[in-house]
């Protein structure tokens, strides 16, 4: 019985850790997309690749720390909210279509399978980092 109560109470805990640390990567997104001037953002979205390649590269990183400094609720908090909520997957998709139909070809290849790419090998440096540094 005690067993079953333990285990509710920490997917209770994990559900609220959830949502206050994705309230926070949400805000976090808004604050370092509003902080590229605009009209830097009409040429590229710039916003939306500094956010997810610094996301990938600290979840790699937490990914790194995970095995022994943090409890499996953190974990999922941390990852599923803080860099769930920070990273935005859709918006870079949304910006890649708005490029293909202003027929900016290059700019939505770099886009899509650049921002691919990269978000890739920052997030392999982050785990890098996360089991050799920390």
Known sequence: MWQVL??????????????????????????????????????????????????????????????????????TAMGTGLIGGFTTFSTASLDTTHMLIKKRYIAAAINSVGMLVACVFCGCFGVWIGTTFL
């Not at 902080?35 to 590269?57: C, D, H, M, Q, Y």
């Open 6 to 75: 333990s285990r509710i109470g920490t997917q209770v805990t994990t559900f609220f850790l959830v949502a206050i640390f994705g309230a926070i990567g949400s805000l976090c997104r808004y604050l370092t997309d509003t902080a590229i001037p605009w009209k830097n953002r009409e040429l590229f979205p710039w916003g939306t690749t500094v956010v997810n390649l610094s996301g990938s590269l600290i979840m790699g990183t937490l990914t790194g720390l995970a095995a022994g400094w943090f409890t499996p609720p953190l974990v």
